[in-house]
């Protein structure tokens, strides 16, 4: 696995933490975020990984 790969991987992994934390303490601004970085994480690791099959041809 490439390090950014990894990254994205963590950053996920950060965000539903934050959005479980956020979801069972009451608190909107952390789940939000956790719900924001889960949804960066992804758009970004399929973005890396385009970039790679494109780079390619």
Same mark, same amino acid.
Request: glycine content about 8%.
């Given at each position: *696995?490439?390090?950014?790969? &990894?990254?994205?991987?963590?950053? *996920?992994?950060?965000? &539903? ?12 601004? &952390?789940?939000?975020?956790g719900v ?20 390619? &041809?």
């Amino acid at each position: *696995m490439l390090w950014k790969s &990894v990254t994205c991987l963590c950053l *996920m992994i950060v965000g &539903v933490v934050l959005f479980l934390y956020g979801s069972n303490y009451y608190d909107v601004i &952390v789940g939000w975020v956790g719900v924001f970085l889960v949804v960066v994480g992804f758009f970004a690791l399929v973005t890396l990984k385009l970039y790679e099959k494109l780079k390619k &041809v």
